[in-house]
């Protein structure tokens, strides 16, 4: 493993740790621990020893002394407590944030890189989760409460997507006995009514994004086990979503997002108005095919330009199961990009900055 795998390593399991941590910050831990053995592994190797010796991860720091041992040993007994079975166990996300603290700081002052976590530090995505969570906690009586619930979801969504897209809703409260005399005059048309589980069922995910099988198992799990589901799967196509989901199309947007090597599968979320399934534009949508989300991945990290690990990093936060073959820093231009497929690259301009030690690749979106 060289130092660019390894950066690319601990990136991707400190992301699936910060992921976790508002649910169980077991696995979280877990993660913080596979990113200290990989970094013991790489320092293993370095020192001219066999990746094959079976030793526990103590023996190894005691035996290989890297700088900043202190680092070494504040991960693993932070870590212990959190991976082996205990009666009394309770959740500490702050546990979980200072072990990540130390290892970015390992990387930094031992390996020599930086770990860049931007996206998952967004001031919007903290602010978004800290209001799901507060939700979640304040609503215990989900049936008594449903019109308020839904109400406060989806003004959060709203916001969330206001900022994204750069547009502005605005509200007026009406007194529900004025309301029903409004309706009874015609004055008001509330056109399609949203079905109530698609706010439930994002609200209960805790995700603005969802795949078709995160959203029928969250339906599945938390909201009704005895419906019947549609006929639909993760690799469905925009066609067989309209088709088959009708009665919810209508209220979620479709979006295309890179997998795999070449591949695109279906993203759902939240419309906030009703389209009829058949007014859906699918020759749009496969126009656009994944500008969305790779401008979301810019908008996560605050920036206008990126290098292409940076991208891979944000599209893996934002759920996205991708296999590209990107050159590291140090290798030249034409390597760095040759990894990123078609359906990506077409949405983006490349600058190339020459330094003393290789050449250094930035990406930025075209327009739409």
Same mark, same amino acid.
């Given at each position: 493993?060289?130092?660019?795998?390894?950066?690319?390593?601990?990136?991707?399991?400190?992301? !699936?740790? /910060?992921?976790?941590?508002?649910?169980?910050?077991?696995?979280?831990?877990?993660?913080?621990?596979?990113?200290?053995?990989?970094?013991?592994?790489?320092?293993?190797?370095?020192?001219?020893?066999?990746?094959?010796?079976?030793?526990?991860?103590?023996?190894?720091?005691?035996?290989?002394?890297?700088?900043?041992?202190?680092?070494?040993?504040?991960?693993?007994?932070?870590? !212990?407590?959190?991976?082996?079975?205990? @009666?009394?166990?309770?959740?500490?996300?702050?546990?979980?944030?200072?072990? /990540?603290?130390?290892?970015?700081?390992?990387?930094?002052?031992?390996?020599?890189?930086?770990?860049?976590?931007? #996206?998952?530090?967004?001031?919007?995505?903290?602010?978004?989760?800290?209001?799901?969570?507060?939700?979640?906690?304040?609503?215990?009586?989900?049936?008594?409460?449903?019109?308020?619930?839904?109400?406060?979801?989806?003004?959060?969504?709203?916001?969330?997507?206001?900022?994204?897209?750069?547009?502005?809703?605005?509200?007026?409260? /009406?007194?529900?006995?004025?309301?029903?005399?409004?309706?009874?005059?015609?004055?008001?048309?509330?056109?399609?009514?949203?079905?109530?589980?698609?706010? @439930?069922?994002?609200?209960?995910?805790?995700?603005?994004?969802?795949?078709?099988?995160?959203?029928?198992?969250?339906?599945?799990?938390?909201?009704?086990?005895?419906?019947?589901?549609?006929?639909?799967? @993760?690799?469905?196509?925009?066609?067989?979503?309209?088709?088959?989901?009708?009665?919810?199309?209508?209220?979620?947007?479709?979006?295309?997002?890179?997998?795999?090597?070449?591949?695109?599968?279906?993203?759902?979320?939240?419309?906030?108005?009703?389209?009829? #399934?058949?007014?859906?534009?699918?020759?749009?949508?496969?126009?656009?095919?994944?500008?969305?989300?790779?401008?979301?991945?810019?908008?996560?990290?605050?920036?206008?330009?990126? @290098?292409?690990?940076?991208?891979?990093?944000?599209?893996?936060?934002?759920?996205?199961?991708?296999?590209?073959? /990107?050159?590291?820093?140090?290798?030249?231009?034409?390597?760095?990009?040759?990894?990123?497929?078609?359906?990506?690259?077409?949405?983006?301009?490349?600058?190339?900055?020459?330094?003393?030690?290789?050449?250094?690749?930035?990406?930025?979106?075209?327009?739409?």
């Amino acid at each position: 493993m060289d130092v660019e795998e390894l950066v690319q390593e601990v990136t991707d399991l400190l992301t !699936n740790a /910060i992921d976790r941590k508002a649910e169980d910050t077991r696995p979280s831990m877990l993660y913080c621990r596979l990113a200290l053995e990989a970094i013991m592994e790489y320092l293993w190797i370095k020192n001219g020893e066999s990746p094959g010796k079976k030793l526990l991860l103590a023996k190894k720091i005691q035996h290989i002394k890297p700088p900043k041992q202190f680092l070494f040993w504040g991960v693993n007994s932070k870590t !212990n407590p959190h991976i082996h079975w205990s @009666r009394g166990y309770r959740n500490d996300q702050a546990a979980v944030k200072e072990v /990540i603290g130390y290892i970015t700081d390992i990387m930094k002052k031992v390996i020599g890189r930086e770990i860049e976590l931007e #996206p998952i530090d967004s001031p919007l995505l903290q602010e978004f989760e800290s209001q799901l969570d507060e939700l979640k906690s304040e609503t215990t009586d989900l049936e008594a409460e449903e019109a308020q619930f839904m109400l406060d979801v989806m003004h959060n969504w709203h916001s969330f997507i206001g900022e994204i897209y750069g547009v502005e809703f605005s509200y007026d409260s /009406i007194p529900i006995d004025e309301f029903k005399q409004m309706e009874e005059k015609g004055e008001v048309d509330t056109g399609s009514a949203v079905p109530g589980n698609i706010p @439930r069922a994002f609200f209960h995910a805790g995700k603005t994004h969802l795949f078709v099988d995160e959203l029928l198992y969250v339906c599945k799990e938390e909201i009704n086990p005895q419906a019947r589901w549609w006929g639909v799967e @993760r690799g469905s196509s925009l066609e067989e979503l309209a088709s088959e989901m009708r009665g919810w199309i209508g209220w979620l947007n479709m979006r295309l997002v890179p997998e795999g090597e070449e591949g695109e599968v279906v993203q759902l979320y939240p419309r906030l108005d009703y389209l009829p #399934p058949e007014e859906i534009d699918f020759e749009e949508l496969r126009r656009l095919g994944t500008y969305s989300i790779l401008k979301e991945a810019f908008w996560l990290r605050g920036v206008e330009e990126m @290098r292409p690990l940076q991208l891979v990093s944000s599209l893996a936060h934002l759920r996205c199961d991708i296999e590209w073959g /990107i050159g590291s820093r140090n290798a030249p231009a034409e390597n760095q990009l040759q990894g990123i497929p078609e359906n990506c690259m077409k949405w983006l301009d490349f600058t190339v900055v020459k330094h003393h030690d290789g050449d250094e690749v930035l990406l930025s979106m075209k327009e739409e």
